[in-house]
């Protein structure tokens, strides 16, 4: 393996993210995240290219910088195509192509999915990385699913959710509960002062490894509106109750499917990815999995579950050493399945 600086360009949402690696080792990894849309509730796909366009020359000129290397020491430069915003990517898809064009460096274009994944082979994501084959539960705000990872580019998706991702029934049902966006987080800290088992919602039946989380965000709609005639004040007196009770929920419905595949396939190497990656109920539930089962986890670092450009130049890494290249033709796309 010849050694290689590869600059990482992550754009998908509404993070303008940029890294620097060489050979698995992170040298800088630099984010700039946008508060604009926590007033809206949700991402506005608009302000967050118009943001994207603000951010990215000093995002990847600190990058570099905190790399301690100059442009010409780059040797090639990946770039996030998809899945994601369509505004957002082309912002990230359009700078990597000029930059590589001026430079002369080879371009490659990296799945973002397929990056939350290969995240853990970066040098610090984990003590050791994770042995083919293993199985990789990565679950976000916009994606939820269950993936055999058989080698780096031989991912098969095993199962998914048909319509919500778990992600997204956080911030969904947060807003059930009046709570600020993003909610996941916030749901979290609050569970942590709640009693999970006070309140109990449906768990979905769903075939085989495949998910879905609409019917928990109704679920917890109607018993709320329910308890709210009831007592105008229950949300506030039972805040960090409901938290725990709805993170409980949803983690057992993760878990309940990751555990099934990794009964049945007979694997014992299993590890999560993903922004929902970073939440302490779904980690402790990994914890006692890996001690009822003999699992060999892996927890990537919270830098590394949130969308970032260090997964990003981890593929792109990868795909140098194999001659990889994108096309200078090449352009975002929002849909780019695994």
Not at 5 to 22: H, K, R
Not at 123 to 140: G, M, R
């Amino acid at each position: 393996m010849r050694q290689s600086i590869i600059l990482g360009i992550e754009s998908s949402c509404d993070d303008t993210s940029a890294a620097v690696i060489c050979d698995n080792t992170i040298l800088s990894n630099v984010a700039a995240t946008q508060t604009v849309h926590n007033e809206y509730g949700g991402v506005v796909p608009e302000l967050a290219s118009r943001a994207h366009q603000q951010n990215i020359i000093p995002v990847v000129e600190l990058a570099i910088r905190k790399a301690n290397i100059q442009q010409k020491d780059i040797s090639a430069i990946g770039f996030t195509r998809g899945p994601g915003l369509l505004g957002s990517l082309l912002v990230g898809t359009s700078f990597a192509k000029s930059l590589a064009m001026s430079l002369g460096v080879p371009l490659i274009e990296v799945n973002h999915l397929q990056a939350h994944i290969l995240a853990h082979f970066i040098a610090d994501a984990n003590p050791t990385p994770p042995k083919f084959p293993f199985i990789c539960l990565t679950v976000s705000g916009g994606h939820t699913m269950i993936v055999l990872v058989k080698d780096y580019f031989d991912i098969e998706i095993i199962g998914k959710t048909i319509d919500d991702a778990a992600g997204e029934a956080f911030d969904k049902i947060g807003k059930i509960f009046n709570l600020d966006y993003p909610a996941g987080p916030i749901i979290d800290r609050l569970s942590k002062n709640g009693n999970p088992e006070v309140f109990s919602f449906g768990k979905p039946k769903m075939p085989l490894y495949d998910y879905s989380f609409s019917g928990i965000k109704t679920s917890v709609l109607y018993f709320i509106q329910k308890e709210l005639q009831k007592n105008p004040d229950f949300i506030k007196e039972n805040l960090a109750d409901l938290c725990a009770s709805v993170q409980k929920s949803i983690v057992d419905i993760l878990m309940e499917k990751l555990t099934a595949a990794a009964q049945e396939l007979k694997i014992k190497e299993v590890a999560i990815a993903g922004g929902v990656s970073a939440n302490s109920g779904l980690r402790n539930s990994m914890q006692t999995n890996a001690q009822k089962y003999g699992w060999n986890i892996y927890i990537p670092k919270f830098e590394y579950t949130t969308d970032n450009a260090a997964m990003i130049a981890m593929v792109a890494q990868l795909k140098y050493q194999r001659n990889d290249f994108a096309d200078l033709s090449t352009t975002a796309t929002a849909r780019y399945n695994l």
